[in-house]
């Protein structure tokens, strides 16, 4: 089993759908969970981190399910700006190598 | 403050050349970490180093890659006698110290995409 898993997509979404992608994770271990956006031929960018209640930043709504052992990003009324490749990322406290999915790719249709 | 330099951003070699990527952290940065990534593949693991210090190479092949941070000068990974199938982008993140969080400190740079002609 790989240590981080993604639907590799792709999602087609008109704008202003919600869609929600899902991530699991196979060390227990884990500690700490991040959303990157990847564009095109550009560098990853974090999205948002994943904190054990949830958090949220504007459309973006990130979710951690310890017991299930994966993490969850929903995004709200799509932009066409949001069509990109979303990476799950992992890592255990305090080691700083972190393990990234393969991502998830979202293209937002007009 | 400029973010994580990466160069060259394009690199053309024929097989059996060598590749020289460089990058150089954000100012502060003493750790450096190398991804690879394949066309339409995730990102993955290669090497972590800090100055004069690898701590973590598990992610590099056995051959031909080879990755040094000097305590002057950027970071460089070595690939001799390229391969069609290094043909990847080669994205460089820098954090300033070994465990911190990495969503607070560490920053990719803009990658290096080589191609094995």
């Known amino acids: 089993r790989k240590e981080v898993e993604q639907d590799p997509g792709p999602f087609n979404v008109p704008e202003g759908a919600t869609v929600a992608f899902n991530c699991t994770y196979s060390?227990?271990?884990?500690?700490?969970f991040f959303w990157y956006r990847q564009d095109c031929r550009k560098e990853p960018k974090l999205l948002m981190s994943?904190?054990?209640s949830g958090n949220e930043d504007g459309r973006f709504t990130a979710q951690l399910n310890r017991a299930s052992q994966y993490i969850s990003l929903l995004i709200r009324d799509s932009k066409l700006s949001d069509s990109a490749t979303y990476l799950c990322?992992?890592?255990?406290?305090?080691?700083?190598?972190?393990?990234f999915g393969t991502g998830t790719k979202l293209q937002v249709i007009p | 403050n400029a973010g994580v330099m990466q160069n060259p951003r394009h690199l053309v070699r024929r097989r059996g050349q060598e590749a020289r990527l460089r990058c150089s952290p954000m100012?502060?940065?003493?750790?450096v970490y190398w991804y690879r990534q394949l066309p339409e593949e995730g990102l993955k693991f290669m090497v972590y180093?800090?100055?004069?210090?690898?701590?973590?190479e598990s992610g590099m092949p056995k051959e031909r890659f080879s990755a040094e941070f000097p305590k002057e000068g950027p970071s460089i990974l070595r690939i001799q006698q390229v391969v069609r199938g290094d043909s990847a982008a080669y994205f460089c993140?820098?954090?300033?110290?070994?465990?911190?969080?990495?969503?607070?400190?560490?920053?990719f740079g803009q990658g290096t995409r080589l191609t094995v002609v």
């Open positions: 993140a820098s954090s300033p110290f070994r465990g911190g969080r990495w969503d607070t400190e560490a920053f």
């Open positions: 990322v992992v890592n255990m406290e305090g080691y700083q190598k972190v393990t």
């Open positions: 180093l800090q100055k004069e210090n690898i701590i973590d």
């Open positions: 060390n227990s271990a884990s500690q700490s």
């Open positions: 100012k502060g940065h003493s750790h």
């Open positions: 994943v904190y054990s």
